[in-house]
């Protein structure tokens, strides 16, 4: 249920109805997800990333992906030229001015992404609706230094963006309703469903679920009561979960599941969130999972 009311609303009237393109800041992996569904989805796409190449490799994978859907016959050829025809490379935040949406996928850095909402406060429309895609950071403290909070608000998307169905849209202490019920709108024109969360305490709904689900999951496994092949098969054939929680926090990586948990705990001083020991000393050794090449599966050989 949308929960969609704030008394510091200041009410515009925009929807994302009038939204024809879009800025992403930030070209890796969520980043080029975002744009790749955006540009498929027929919006101008205009992406800015402070590295250089950044680009180039963003395109290159999303033409990639467009290829594969081709070779699928679930993209004609002619809409693949279209969409790659409306990808083009930004050279600073400020050339995403005349955007009248913007999401910011950068790394999760608090400063910088404040810096980036500052500097895109400074130059785009009253009607622009200026999105972050992080995965925990409060949306009030990223649009602290933004001189449009109003305009500032979570869309949260999940890796790989084209495949998740979820937009996870977050209210920021002063976000309007406005540019709340834009967001949603958005989510939806980029073929997402979403959920609405009315306020942005750590870890929203997803990642709050998510690092409960796995620091149980490891604990169990610290304390021998079962293994981890396990634990995952009782979510998956149990609950109908597509993938146990450790196997997929071999896929994120350790370490964000453990910086995740370890975020929340420190916001709330909740000891539901408090990582558990083995997920402290799996980082310090390095087993990080599949990018490691060992987590709590061992991914040269066969998952067991
Ligand atoms: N990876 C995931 O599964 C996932 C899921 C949901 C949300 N997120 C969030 O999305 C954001 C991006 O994550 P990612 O996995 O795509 O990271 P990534 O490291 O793949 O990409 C980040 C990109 O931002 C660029 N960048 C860094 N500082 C910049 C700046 N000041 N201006 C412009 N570009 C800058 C980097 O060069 C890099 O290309 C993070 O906030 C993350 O928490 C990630």
Known sequence: MREINHPEESVHEENSAGVTTIGVV???????????????????????????????????????????????????????????????EASCVEDLAGCDAVIEA??????????????????????????????????????ARCCRPGQVVGMHFFSPVPVMRLCEVVRGY???????????????????ETIVVSRDDAGFVTSRLMTVLVQEAARIVEEGLATPEDVDRA??????????????????????????????????GDPTFRPPQILRRMVAAGALGRKSGEGFYQHDRERG
């Open 106 to 143: 950068v790394i999760e850095d608090l400063a910088v992404k404040q810096d980036v909402f500052e500097r895109l406060g400074r130059v785009v429309g009253d009607h622009t609706i200026l999105a972050t895609n992080t995965s925990a950071l409060p949306i009030t403290d990223i649009a």
């Open 26 to 88: 930030g070209a890796g992996l969520m980043g080029a997800g975002i744009a790749q569904v955006a540009a498929a989805a027929g919006f101008t796409v205009l992406i800015h990333d402070s590295v250089e190449g950044a680009f180039a490799r963003a395109k290159e994978s999303i033409e990639g992906r467009y290829r594969h859907l081709q070779a699928k016959g679930r993209m004609e050829a002619a809409a693949v030229e279209d969409a790659l025809g409306r990808l083009a």
């Open 235 to 268: 979510c998956e054939l149990g609950f109908g979960h597509r993938m146990g929680p450790l196997a997929t926090t071999d896929l994120t990586g350790v370490d964000v599941a453990y910086r995740a948990g370890r975020s929340i705990f420190e916001a709330t």
């Open 174 to 192: 002063r976000t309007t309703d406005a540019v709340l019920q834009a967001a949603v709108d958005l989510a939806h024109r980029l073929g997402k």
